[in-house]
């Protein structure tokens, strides 16, 4: 099992260009996450999924769009990227059934630098 | 306002030198706290989640412990491979999906 993998790994933008980052998983799992992770700050939830084809928001979604129309797949959008959205970005996913644990899986991240 | 609060920010100690990472936490209703461990580079990998006050938690030369306003990650006779960044997070009893997270606290072992 691959987890949770995330395209691309690595992005340039200049201000103003749009793109969308790709989240994978393999474990069937229902609910997914996208997070955003800064010096200094903890991981701030951008926008969430419990389903799929439904999504919400989280803690900062202001700049950012989300689909989830497979269960499998959960992607980030920027529509008009901005210097301030310079960060690595971590999607998750979590099963929805009660577990002991209850954890989050984490992809690897994609580093996007905003010029 | 829900709020996690992780000390030091980031911790040196020798090879063999034992000390716990603090994890203070304000929360209406504990639904789970939990322990991840970030390597440079790499998304967060999970260690453990606790419950409720007086749980313990171990796994080899990590032990967390939770009381009800902060939880301990106590780190017994670190090695380098230990250093890494230790991230806490809680989920409130009025959520189902999100957790709230805390900076993080960078242990850096030398050899």
């Known amino acids: 099992n691959a987890g949770v993998t995330q395209t691309p790994k690595f992005r340039v933008l200049k201000t103003g260009q749009s793109m969308t980052l790709l989240c994978a998983q393999d474990?069937?799992?229902?609910?997914m996450y996208w997070y955003r992770q800064d010096p200094g700050m903890g991981l701030r939830l951008i926008h969430y999924?419990?389903?799929?084809?439904?999504?919400a928001k989280g803690e900062v979604p202001d700049g950012y769009n989300v689909s989830r129309l497979k269960k499998q797949n959960f992607l980030l959008g920027l529509e008009s990227a901005a210097p301030s959205q310079t960060s690595v970005y971590f999607c998750?996913?979590?099963?929805?059934?009660?577990?002991?644990?209850?954890?989050?899986?984490f992809g690897p991240g994609t580093r996007l630098t905003v010029l | 306002e829900d709020q996690v609060t992780q000390s030091p920010e980031a911790l040196r100690l020798q090879e063999g030198e034992s000390s716990s990472l603090n994890c203070s936490y304000t929360?209406?209703?504990?639904?789970?706290l939990f322990w991840y461990r970030q390597d440079p580079g790499k998304g967060p990998e999970f260690l453990f989640t606790?419950?409720?006050?007086?749980e313990e938690k171990e796994k080899e030369r990590l032990k967390a412990t939770l009381t009800k306003k902060e939880s301990f990650l106590h780190i017994t006779a670190p090695k380098p491979e230990d250093s890494a960044t230790y991230l806490c997070?809680?989920?409130?009893?009025?959520?189902?999906?999100?957790?709230?997270w805390g900076a993080g606290t960078k242990l850096i072992i030398k050899p």
């Open positions: 997070a809680v989920q409130a009893s009025k959520s189902n999906y999100q957790l709230i």
């Open positions: 929360v209406s209703g504990l639904r789970g």
């Open positions: 606790l419950y409720s006050a007086g």
């Open positions: 474990m069937n799992h229902e609910y």
């Open positions: 999924s419990v389903g799929e084809g439904t999504t």
């Open positions: 998750a996913s979590r099963t929805s059934r009660l577990a002991e644990y209850n954890e989050q899986f």
